[in-house]
């Protein structure tokens, strides 16, 4: 039968879409022809798979080849349609239907080397992901994906591995067998670099972040330079628990088609930190026909640590407010809606002006100077940042002991964490961290104590907290009596949320 299909994935942004590729054999002149708006990494593939076959002995066809890559409209990317091209063609080949019938029912990801080996491709999950919703029973990949591939649980997908062209072809024949992922327990997550114990004499600045850690809240760092907010900030993950198997999938599907060098899979929180000159496309995610995830879907489920916030433009940050309340960003493509998960937490850290002075008798600056800085931030982003808090340069103690290590703080964040989620569990919100909540859901049905919301309508009469303000004062309360095992917040929780979101005007005289 001169023509044969396989099935195979092209990758939008973070998702697969099902891609079937037809090669027929014909009457012409020898050659191989690619359709179907396939990028240079494709067309290519005409060399590696000739050469691929030829080494493994498998027999060239030496006349006209044809392969389409359906649906036609979709631009294709990515060197893993080599191995379902290569076994296309030699199936269209092969007069056997029982190779056809195997071949158009599995989905195959694999690149091909000259010898015939089949190297490692990014998105294994992704395409993974995807069998399982088109029903698809069987996927065949590269040897070396195994440990991304171990970590899909589905029973309905058979997962194959396939290390030479040889073995995929000998088991498409009904000759031969390829092995399967090795069961894999989860394992330890990586090590993070540093303790929360080598942040000294800023209880305050640790304080800040074991309740940004429990509840999942947005938490800017104001303070002079050197007096530990970077390095907090990087310390930040070290207090966060592992992630979930689904989270761990999310993490790394993402960081796999990112196309940088991540270590995969991703078993720990992402944090991520780009330069402050960051660009608005590498922030959210873009790019010319292929979007590609940004910094911001990097950290899902993790840190965006931005660094030095008074160099970026304000139209840039204020890119980040729609993703902040929905948890994705949304990029239009070749008439195709590319929705790449951001679901973060933000850190901001910066100077308290632009001398960096800590109090109003250190500055050099002008007074207009030191009340414009920080303008960039507009109104509506400081509204979604849940705690500020400010750091000192003085009076440093220089003994480790007075802060609490990085694994004290993860056993209360982990704790705080488990009740906030068994409460949202119990009032069916699926949500786990008091950050996630419905603002309406949670001042209408889950408010704090009488005396409490009194005087939160107080600081909203004195127009010292917006409306989202008061429902972000709200969430950090939950997460101060969730770290304090009490049943509902009071007063005292709330005053000191209060205190934590309107931190930043109490500035050092």
């Given amino acids: 039968m001169p023509l044969a299909s396989t099935r195979s994935v092209a990758f939008l942004g973070v998702s697969a879409e099902p891609i079937e590729v037809e090669v027929n054999i014909g009457a012409g002149l020898p050659g191989v022809h690619i359709v179907g708006l396939a990028d240079t990494a494709v067309s290519e593939a005409r060399e590696r798979m ?25 631009r294709k990317k990515g060197a893993h349609y080599d191995l379902a091209m290569a076994l296309g063609i030699l199936a269209a080949a092969q007069p056997s239907t029982e190779v056809h019938r195997r071949l158009s029912r599995a989905l195959i990801l694999g690149e091909l080397g000259l010898d015939g080996r089949v190297r490692r491709v990014p998105g294994v999950l992704a395409a993974l992901r995807r069998a399982e919703e088109e029903g698809m029973r069987t996927v065949i990949l590269p040897q070396a994906n195994e440990e991304e591939a171990a970590l899909f649980r589905e029973n309905s997908v058979e997962i194959l591995l396939a290390d030479h062209l040889i073995e995929a072809w000998r088991w498409a024949c009904g000759v031969g067998d390829l092995g399967a992922p090795r069961p894999r327990a989860m394992g330890e997550p990586g090590r993070t670099h540093g303790d929360m114990r080598d942040v000294v004499g800023q209880p305050e600045l640790v304080h800040a972040a074991e309740v940004a850690a429990a509840g999942g809240h947005h938490l800017m760092l104001i303070g002079p330079p050197g007096s530990g907010k970077s390095m907090l900030a990087a310390r930040l993950p070290s207090i966060l628990p592992p992630l979930t198997p689904t989270q761990c999938i999310d993490a790394t599907i993402i960081h796999s088609l990112s196309g940088g060098g991540h270590e995969l899979p991703v078993r720990r929180a992402p944090f991520v ?12 995610g873009g790019g010319s026909g292929y979007p590609t995830p940004g910094a911001v879907s990097l950290a899902h489920h993790g840190i965006l640590f931005l660094d030095e916030v008074s160099e970026i433009p304000a139209a840039i940050l204020d890119a980040l407010r729609t993703p902040l309340d929905q948890g994705e960003v949304r990029i239009i493509r070749s008439r195709r809606e590319c929705v790449l998960p951001a679901r973060c937490q933000l850190v901001l850290a910066a100077n308290p002006c632009r001398c960096g002075a800590e109090t109003l008798a250190e500055c050099r600056c002008r007074a207009t100077e030191r009340q414009r800085y920080l303008q960039n931030l507009s109104g509506p982003l400081r509204d979604r940042i849940d705690i500020i808090v400010r750091s000192r340069s003085g009076g440093q103690i220089l003994a480790e002991a007075s802060t609490p290590s990085s694994a004290e703080i993860a056993e209360r964040v982990a704790a705080a964490r488990e009740r906030s ?89």
């Fill in 50 to 74: 000739k050469t691929a076959i030829i080494n493994s002995e498998l027999g060239w066809p030496k006349t006209k080849i044809t392969l389409s890559l359906s649906p036609a409209s979709l």
């Fill in 273 to 284: 930190a780009p330069h402050h000159s960051v660009t608005r496309a590498a922030l959210l």
């Fill in 421 to 509: 989620a068994h409460r949202w569990a119990r009032a069916g919100v699926p949500v786990s961290l008091n950050a996630h909540v419905d603002p309406h859901l949670l001042r209408r049905e889950h408010p704090a104590d009488e005396p409490a919301m009194a005087l939160l309508g107080a600081h909203l009469a004195q127009r010292s907290l917006t409306q989202r303000g008061v429902s972000r004062t709200l969430t950090v309360a939950w997460t101060l009596c969730d770290l304090d095992g009490a049943p509902r917040p009071d007063i005292d929780h709330m005053a000191r949320a209060i205190d934590l979101h309107e931190h930043e005007g109490k500035e050092p005289a």
